[in-house]
């Protein structure tokens, strides 16, 4: 499953590598991307490559430094907010546009993705938590008729994928979140707008109040170990 079906050209393939990389840990922040020895790790030349680190520095997972190349971004608190605050304002406002025209095709596209997530969750399977939490919120704003907001938010969500995979890292946030989402969607499904679009908001707030205080506890370790 995916946000969307379209056949990917081989920047996007290797955009998608990269991120994966990058969101997995394998770069870490700090790390520098380059070029030359992308194109060979992938088997392909500097332009797709050249072209995915722009794309990737757009979504906030590396900087192009002068006289250093690409770089893996940093977690920020800055961003956080900003991101978050975003979503907050514009995805209760694309689920009161959806939610009404849901249909029982849309609810049953729902509690598979939420299926599919708890099992994902149940084997740990970490490189899958941003991608679902994505789809599964997308899937509630499908009926929208609001296709900017929307197109925001996708791309707000794909910032937010680094940091899912974070926040999410904790049982116990796993949990909340599976239990978040269940009730969002029987909110709608019981046609409750109102309620399930401040319950989407209070969501959204959580998770970034659960990242603020990962990263907090970051960065005392890290001044803990100077």
Known sequence: MSISDKPKTLSGAIIDEIRQAILSGYYPA???????????THGVSRIPVREALFQLEAEGLVRIVPQKGAVVSD????????????RAML????????APQLDAQDFKQLDNIQEVFLEATSHGRVELYGQLNAQLHMALYQRSNLPKSRQIVISLLQTSERYTRLQLSSPEAMNRAMREHRDMINLCRTREFDKAAFFLRGHIETVREDLLTVIESHEAAKVSKR
């Open 30 to 40: 700090g790390s520098q991307l380059r070029q030359d020895a992308l194109a060979e």
């Open 75 to 86: 977690l920020s608190v800055a961003e956080i907010n900003d991101v978050f605050e975003l």
């Open 91 to 98: 995805e209760p406002r694309l689920l009161l546009s959806s």
